[in-house]
Each structure stands twice: as structure tokens, then as C-alpha cells.
């Protein structure tokens, strides 16, 4: 079965750089940068998000701190071993770019470019852990869940995410292995971690925040639906 996994895992970014590349890693003598996104919220702050991405899509005189872009591309993960623990990194990985310059011209010829969505994210995956149903002191429902998204070369991407109100309450009868498409916007969320010797560290936790989510059918080996009904939260 052809697997196109764009479709699995696909984001659009319109941000402001704010930060220098650094080095990330390199594979068959191609070497990839990281570097920091600020995307506005409708509430008037904003996201601060690592974008990975490949030398052969930029040069320094475009990657400059205060320019604003489009970045295309998916919502990865990685495990990182440190300190004798695997450790989730979360990151963009930057498959097509669009500059300052040539924003308003792209954005009139590409479709899928709205100006005015500055941050979506559509993942197809599975429910890899039983999701987590809480009411905060406020009375406010949240779900978190844990989505494996496949990739390429039988890998996966484990990506956290979180619902509120009804959508959280769907999470609460999802059970794990359950297909689901999510659609919401990447955000970062910065949280005290406590150390056992009673000292502390600021650190920033990256998830997708869903504005919409549903089960989807499964398909068949033939490529035909499944006979089960999609639900969808709203």
C-alpha cells in the first residue's frame, strides 16, 4: 500500500525569526540548523518553535533574526539520551521555506497558504498511550494524549498533544491503537521541572494543542474502508 506521509503529518508556519542557527547534525555529508520561530496567538502572545532544517534551503543572508517567513513542513520527534534517561525532543522539520520577500506573492498562488492561519498542524496517527482526562481547580476539562504518527522508513513520531472542553471528553472514551486525525496548532509551554534535592530548572515543553479531532476509518488490505463509523468531536 502507497503511504503518502505528508498527509499523516503536515504543518503550515508563518513566524519571526528570533534567533541565530545553530548546528544540529549532519547525515551523508548533508548538515542541518536549528533555529527559533515566534507565531503569534489570537490571545496577543506567542509560540516560541525550533524549526529543523536542511543547509540546501537556506543561506545566512536570508536566515536573519526579526525576518518574517513560512515555513511548510512536519512535527517530529526524536529521543535524545542524556544523564542515563531517553529524553522526547520535539521539533519542525522544515521542508519547503518561503522568504520575507516573496510571502505575499506565494501566499496569492499557493492555496494551502492563508496569512491568516499562522499556526496549523494535521497529524493522522494512533492513540499510543490511554489518554489522561483532568478538571483543573477552575472546572476547565483537558485531555492528554500521545500520538504515534508514521513516517518514512518504518519509523514513527511520538507526538504529545492536548484537548479541551468536549474534545477532551471524546479523548476519555478513545481507547489504545485507535486512529484518530487531530488538527490544531503547535505550541510551547514553559514548566518548572523539580529536582529531588529541592532545586528547580525552567524548561520548555512542546504538544499540539487540538481544535478538532475524529476516528477515522481504518482501511482494509484491499484499500477499502473499513466497516466502522468515523466519530468527530466539536
Request: charged share 30%.
Amino acid at each position: 500500500m502507497n503511504t503518502n506521509y505528508l498527509d499523516n503529518n503536515h504543518l503550515v508556519l508563518v513566524g519571526k525569526i528570533t534567533s541565530e542557527k545553530r548546528f544540529s547534525h549532519e547525515i551523508y555529508g548533508e548538515s542541518f540548523y536549528i533555529f527559533d520561530l515566534e507565531v503569534p496567538r489570537l490571545s496577543e502572545t506567542f509560540d516560541v518553535i525550533p524549526i529543523t532544517i536542511s543547509e540546501r534551503l537556506i543561506n545566512d543572508e536570508q536566515l536573519q533574526i526579526g525576518k518574517k517567513i513560512i515555513v511548510k513542513g512536519q512535527f517530529r520527534s526524536y529521543n535524545s539520551y542524556e544523564n542515563e534517561k531517553n529524553k522526547l525532543i520535539l521539533t519542525v522539520f522544515a521542508k519547503d521555506i518561503i522568504f520575507e520577500d516573496e510571502i505575499e506573492e506565494k501566499a496569492k498562488e499557493d492555496d494551502e497558504i492563508n496569512l491568516d492561519v499562522s499556526n496549523e498542524v494535521v497529524l493522522i496517527g494512533h492513540i499510543c498511550k490511554k489518554p489522561i482526562y483532568r478538571k483543573t481547580p477552575f472546572g476547565r476539562e483537558i485531555a492528554d494524549l500521545l500520538l504515534a504518527v508514521n513516517r518514512a522508513y518504518s519509523k514513527s513520531d511520538y507526538i504529545p498533544a492536548i484537548a479541551w472542553g468536549r474534545n477532551a471528553r471524546f479523548c476519555d472514551h478513545l481507547e489504545v491503537g485507535a486512529q484518530v486525525k487531530a488538527v490544531g496548532r503547535v505550541q510551547s509551554r514553559k514548566y518548572e521541572k523539580k529536582f529531588e534535592d529541592g532545586t528547580s530548572v525552567e524548561r520548555v515543553a512542546y504538544e499540539v494543542s487540538i481544535s478538532s479531532l475524529e476516528v477515522i476509518e481504518e482501511k482494509d488490505g484491499d484499500g477499502t474502508d473499513a466497516d466502522t463509523d468515523a466519530a468527530e468531536a466539536v
